[in-house]
Structures are given as C-alpha cells and as structure tokens.
C-alpha cells in the first residue's frame, strides 16, 4: 500500500541548473546592483572599507601573500553575497556578514580559491616564461628583428593570458555563492558556474566589459571608486545568480 505523501512536499534538491537569459538582461543586473547599495550605502562602503584593508594587509607580505589572498577571495566573496540576500529579503544586513563565508562551508570555499589561485598563478608563470623567452630571444638576435621577437613575446603571453583566464572565471564565478546557498561541492559549484558562463556566454562578455571600464575609472582616484564599484558589482553578480540559477 502505497504511502500519502506528506504536505507541505519538500522543494526539489537544487541541482546548479542553470538557464539562458536574454543577452540585455545584463543591464538590468546592474540597475538591481545599484539598487542594493542604496539601500543602505552605510553597511556596503562600511564592509567594502574593511574588506581592502583586510586583503591589503595580507598582501603586504611577499608571494605568500598574495596567494592567501586569492585564497580568501571565494570566502569574502561569500560574505558579500549574504549581505546581498538580506537586503532583497528586507532583512538588516550587518558588517560581520562580510565573514559569513568563514562560518559556513569555509572548507568548501577554501578550495574553490585554490583552484582560482592556481589558475591564476600558473597562467602567470606560463606568461612570464613566455615574456623572459622572447626577451631573451630578442637580445641575442639583434636590434631590429630582436626587438620583433621580444614584443611578439609579449602579445603572445597577453593573448594566452586573455584565453587561460577565461576558464577560470567561468568557473569560479558563481562558485561561491552556490556552496554558500546550496551547500554544493566544490567541483560540482564550479562545474554548475561554468556551464552557466558558457550558457549566456554574451550577456556576461558584455557584463565583463562593463567591469574591466568601470574598474579603470574606479582605480583613477587613488582607488576610491572601489568603494562604489565593489558594492555595486558584488549586488549585480547576485541579480545575475538569481536570475539564471532561481529564474527571478
């Protein structure tokens, strides 16, 4: 004899399956971006504030730095996407929402940076391998043609930097915000944003270049844009994930 199911019935386990959205809907991730850091700028500029001096503080030390910061960068990514959730659940959020990744799924966090870290750091030794070759090269051969083959180095070590780091994105894009939400596993968190990134490959190039534009201006004075930049993004990114993972 069959069971009566019990009601409420419990929602369907989340997947990471994602869907395509409409390459304009990029804009309207920025309008919800700019949105949530008007309602309440004081918490966002607050928490953007300790966030650089954190993350400056840890850079300040040689190599070792620098890669526990790229470690660390799914885990405050984590915490800023907190904040964007109480905010669109008209909740109140807090400063020490920046550390909610710290508390919850931290290992799982942990690991999505290493593998960002390691993506990024080796396409940077692939690069300069590539640069210190063709340097090298253009020495030896002469003036002229070694001046050639020193800036194709160059390009050369661009262009696959520009290639590499695509994938790497991709990848750990929405990684931090599906192990927060949705307690998925890394590679699994990693291998859902990809497919999503490769899914509305447009909206999000014409997203990126938006970023790479406003970041330069943001960096202009003295760095101080990031103060709006970041909370802006960070809102924006969160709009995206609602919109192609929860279809709202």
Same mark, same amino acid.
Request: charged share 10%; net charge negative.
């Given at each position: 004899m069959?069971?009566?199911? /019990?009601?409420?019935? +419990?929602? /369907?386990? !989340?997947?990471g399956?994602?869907?395509?959205?409409?390459?304009g #809907?990029?804009?309207?991730?920025?309008? @919800?971006?700019?949105a949530?850091?008007?309602?309440?700028?004081?918490?966002?500029?607050?928490?953007t504030?300790?966030?650089?001096v954190?993350?400056?503080?840890?850079?300040?030390?040689?190599?070792?730095? @620098?890669?526990?910061?790229?470690?660390?960068?799914?885990?405050?990514g984590?915490?800023m996407?907190?904040?964007?959730?109480?905010?669109a659940?008209?909740?109140?959020?807090? %400063?020490?929402?920046?550390? /909610?990744? $710290?508390?919850?799924? /931290?290992?799982?966090?942990?690991?999505?940076?290493? $593998? !960002? +870290?390691?993506? %990024?750091?080796?396409?940077? !030794?692939?690069a300069?391998?590539?640069?210190?070759?063709?340097?090298?090269?253009?020495?030896?051969t002469?003036?002229?043609?070694?001046?050639? %083959?020193?800036?194709?180095?160059?390009?050369?070590?661009?262009?696959?930097?520009?290639?590499?780091?695509?994938?790497?994105?991709? +990848?750990?894009?929405? #990684?931090?915000?599906?192990?927060?939400?949705?307690?998925?596993?890394?590679?699994?968190?990693?291998?859902?944003?990809?497919? +999503?990134?490769?899914?509305?490959?447009?909206?999000?190039?014409?997203?990126?270049?938006?970023?790479?534009v406003?970041? !330069?201006?943001?960096?202009?004075?003295?760095?101080?844009?990031?103060?709006?930049?970041?909370?802006?993004?960070?809102? #924006?990114?969160?709009?995206?994930?609602?919109?192609?993972?929860?279809?709202?």
């Amino acid at each position: 004899m069959n069971e009566t199911p /019990a009601f409420p019935m +419990a929602p /369907a386990p !989340f997947t990471g399956e994602s869907r395509e959205v409409d390459p304009g #809907a990029c804009f309207d991730w920025l309008r @919800q971006g700019w949105a949530m850091f008007l309602v309440n700028p004081g918490i966002w500029i607050g928490t953007t504030v300790l966030l650089l001096v954190i993350l400056m503080a840890i850079s300040i030390v040689p190599l070792f730095g @620098q890669i526990a910061a790229h470690l660390l960068v799914p885990l405050f990514g984590a915490g800023m996407f907190r904040i964007c959730r109480h905010i669109a659940d008209n909740e109140e959020p807090e %400063i020490a929402d920046l550390f /909610a990744g $710290f508390r919850h799924g /931290a290992g799982d966090l942990v690991m999505v940076g290493v $593998f !960002f +870290a390691a993506g %990024i750091f080796g396409i940077a !030794f692939i690069a300069f391998l590539l640069v210190s070759g063709g340097v090298l090269g253009g020495v030896v051969t002469g003036k002229v043609a070694g001046f050639g %083959i020193a800036l194709g180095g160059v390009m050369l070590a661009g262009l696959l930097v520009l290639v590499l780091s695509i994938p790497v994105i991709m +990848a750990t894009w929405y #990684a931090p915000v599906l192990v927060l939400f949705h307690d998925m596993k890394p590679l699994d968190a990693m291998k859902a944003s990809f497919t +999503a990134g490769a899914r509305n490959w447009l909206p999000m190039c014409i997203f990126g270049v938006f970023l790479v534009v406003a970041l !330069f201006f943001a960096m202009l004075p003295v760095g101080m844009g990031l103060l709006l930049l970041l909370p802006v993004f960070s809102g #924006a990114v969160y709009a995206s994930y609602r919109d192609i993972f929860m279809g709202s």
